[in-house]
């Protein structure tokens, strides 16, 4: 890439890669790389500090770069890959797919602009407390293991918890107004007093 060292995007899915390229590195004003669908490994090394969207879905990825050196990535696709473990940090994303993955552990560092989180078909049992993700709106974690929902911030307004375990709900959310609890394992109707502005709630096969 050296004779394009000004590219700001670039895509590369679908060409059977096994490692990056490593001239990618040279591309120091790069704002978004798609590599999805190839046959990669690993993104140890990626360099490129300057992104603004990464997207590596349908991957053998097992594990996520540190976001925390990429100080302007803002939305990142992760989905279909072998991730096991999460440990998330980014002062600058926004929106993050991790959905299909094997992610049976999960950390939140700082998150402060974070807004959209996608983690639904994973193996997750237990999520930590999320109040310090003040700004996040849209959260789906369906079609896992979780037992019981984790103290949320109050800014949420889409909450997609179907395809779970939860045998009840105790949620303040002024906010939401989608509310998806399908297929768990409520025993009755959960007090929404806390939550007068839901327009749309499912409690279907329950």
Known sequence: FSH????IILDMYNNGLTKLPPSLRMLTRLKRLDI???K???LEDLKNYSLADLIFEKNQI???PDFARFNKLENVNADSNLISGVNL???TLQTIVLSNNMINTIRFGQLPELKN???????IFFLPN????SHLEYLDISSNEIEELPKLPESLESLLANNNKLMEINIRLPLLELLNLENNRLHGVPDFSQ??????LNMSMN
């Open 4 to 7: 394009v060292s000004g590219l």
């Open 36 to 38: 999805s669908d190839n």
């Open 40 to 42: 990669l490994k690993s």
């Open 62 to 64: 097992r594990e996520l």
């Open 89 to 91: 940090a980014c002062q």
């Open 117 to 123: 989180l996608i983690l639904a078909k994973n193996r």
């Open 130 to 133: 999320m109040e310090r993700i």
């Open 195 to 200: 939550n007068p502005n839901i327009q749309d």
